[in-house]
Antibody, heavy 127, light 107 residues
Framework: QVQLQESGPGLVKPSQTLSLTCTVS??????????WSWIRQPAGKGLEWIGH???????NYNPSLKSRVTISVDTSKNHFSLKLNSLTAADTAVYYC???????????????????WGQGTTVTVSS | EIVLTQSPGILSLSPGERATLSCRAS???????LAWYQQKPGQAPRLLIY???NRATGIPDRFSASGSGTDFTLTISRLEPEDFAVYYC????????FGPGTKVDIK
């Protein structure tokens, strides 16, 4: 059974870069057909998709965050990572990683929902 | 980018009652690209439904969903105590978006 675990600093200063890692256990980050995703949730608010990386390394980002986000995969460590720069207090949130299975048939994409989630890690941006 | 609107914002019901949650999109899209999630306080979201109407593994059959175009519905036939939570719809497209959520709380 695949499990995901986020790790990273709980406190980051404004203007700095946040680096988070999502470690995949019980499966391989470079096998199958998955979008490995990052989502965040400010306290008391809804979910915001940050972006994802496909098994082949192709990335897609939320347009509102695209200029500040990088998602990458390290197959040797079986994890994928999030970097978010130029932090402000508005980036304070619980950050989740998740797996999104996808099938591509005859050029069409079929999504099967974000079926595995990490427990989330709280990030506070404050001086 | 497709914007999702969920209604009502809060749904106050008693255990055993039927819950009907709505998700409306700013543009029409294939029902294959809609999912529903449940989130309880302090927990990660849990996948309930994908492809607008397919229950995820282990989801009880009291949860059902339907819809097409711009209007989608999640129904909980008889609320159990563990069903009181926040529910989000999600669209997959060139960009992924979540609705703002519907909180189902105990009346």
């Amino acid at each position: 059974q695949v499990q995901l675990q986020e790790s990273g600093p709980g406190l980051v200063k404004p203007s700095q870069t946040l680096s988070l890692t999502c470690t995949v256990s019980g499966g391989s980050v470079n096998s199958g057909s998955f979008y490995w995703s990052w989502i965040r949730q400010p306290a008391g608010k809804g979910l915001e998709w940050i972006g994802h990386i496909y098994t082949t390394g192709t990335t897609n980002y939320n347009p509102s965050l695209k200029s500040r986000v990088t998602i990458s995969v390290d197959t040797s460590k079986n994890h994928f990572s999030l970097k978010l720069n130029s932090l402000t207090a508005a980036d304070t949130a619980v950050y989740y990683c998740a797996r999104l299975p996808v099938a591509i048939r005859r050029g069409l994409y079929y999504f099967y929902g974000m079926d595995v989630w990490g427990q989330g890690t709280t990030v506070t941006v404050s001086s | 980018e497709i914007v999702l609107t969920q209604s009502p914002g809060i749904l106050s019901l008693s255990p055993g009652e039927r819950a009907t949650l709505s998700c409306r999109a700013s543009q029409s899209f294939s029902s294959s690209y809609l999912a529903w999630y449940q989130q309880k306080p302090g927990q990660a979201p849990r996948l309930l439904i994908y492809g607008a109407s397919n229950r995820a593994t282990g989801i009880p059959d009291r949860f059902s969903a339907s819809g097409s175009g711009t209007d989608f519905t999640l129904t909980i036939s008889r609320l159990e105590p563990e069903d009181f939570a926040v529910y989000y719809c999600q669209h997959y497209g060139s960009s992924l978006t979540f609705g703002p959520g519907t909180k189902v709380d105990i009346k």
